[in-house]
């Protein structure tokens, strides 16, 4: 009998060690890289238009967009125009950024 028990426990560890993690069943895979699918595109969408970077300090720049490094922590901007004058290429990090507006972006087919 105590033989039984020892062998209904092993197959139940057996069974929660092969269950599949929540982050990693299909669906949320799938969704995720729907998701980043759409991110990308949308940031190629923007790639060369007029951007209006709002930023901490009270402080409003604008540029061309020209994209983003893989993490997304450095923006990328031509002719950025400061309080101080213009800036032909730039580099602006993301967490100085509050926020950032483009206007006649076309939507994602």
Known sequence: MLDEEVSTKEVTDINEQS????????????????????????????????????????TNVSGEFRGCDVECLELFVNNLGTPLGIVPKAILRATDVISFDVNNVKPLE
Do not use: N, T
């Open 19 to 58: 269950e599949v993690p929540e982050f990693a069943k299909s669906e949320k895979q799938e969704a995720r890289a729907f998701l980043r699918e759409r991110f990308i595109q949308f940031m190629m969408s923007i790639v060369g238009k007029k951007a209006d970077f709002h930023m901490y300090e009270d």
